[in-house]
């Protein structure tokens, strides 16, 4: 596994039309992992799936990464990275991470582009700041 930027990942593969494919995005929580993929165009994602997440269970989770990349001939990893709204990496943020760089320390994803995608102004993480910040 790779890790690269969110410009560098779409730029790429919009340019090599021989290597298209679909990305996975990953909403990493501290017990399940949401799946959505995109569209063969890579312009809107549906959601596709939740694993459960444990730290024995890594190994299992690779393997449905494989078999996904294979039937869904996905070609990156759009990971969720949960700042706070004024930019600072949190405690999900940092548990997001973790479970990355035990993904990537299998070593059975080679091949497989990944990218962090902030997700602060995104709906949820608007709504968490709301809810922490108007108690």
Same mark, same amino acid.
């Given at each position: 596994?790779? =890790?690269?930027?969110?410009? &560098?990942? $779409? ?11 679909? !990305? =996975?995005? =990953? &909403? ?7 799946? /959505?993929?995109?569209?063969? &165009?890579?312009?809107? /994602? /549906?959601? =596709?799936?939740? #694993?459960?997440? @444990? ?18 001939? %996905?070609?990156? $990893? ?6 706070? #709204? ?6 999900? /943020?940092?548990?997001?991470?973790? !479970?990355?760089?035990? %993904?990537? @320390? ?11 995608? &902030? ?7 608007? #709504? ?8």
């Amino acid at each position: 596994m790779k =890790l690269v930027k969110p410009t &560098d990942l $779409f730029q790429y593969f919009q340019k090599n039309t021989m290597e298209r494919g679909r !990305f =996975l995005g =990953l &909403d990493v929580g501290h017990k399940y992992v949401g799946l /959505a993929v995109s569209d063969p &165009d890579n312009r809107i /994602a /549906a959601p =596709l799936s939740v #694993l459960v997440r @444990k730290k024995t269970n890594i190994n299992l989770m690779v393997k449905d990464f494989q078999t996904l990349v294979s039937e869904l001939s %996905l070609v990156g $990893f759009v990971v969720g990275y949960p700042f706070d #709204l004024m930019g600072s990496a949190n405690a999900e /943020a940092v548990q997001v991470k973790l !479970f990355m760089e035990d %993904l990537r @320390k299998t070593g059975k994803l080679e091949g497989v582009s990944y990218t962090y995608w &902030d997700e602060r102004f995104t709906s949820k993480g608007y #709504l968490d700041y709301v809810h922490r910040n108007l108690k």
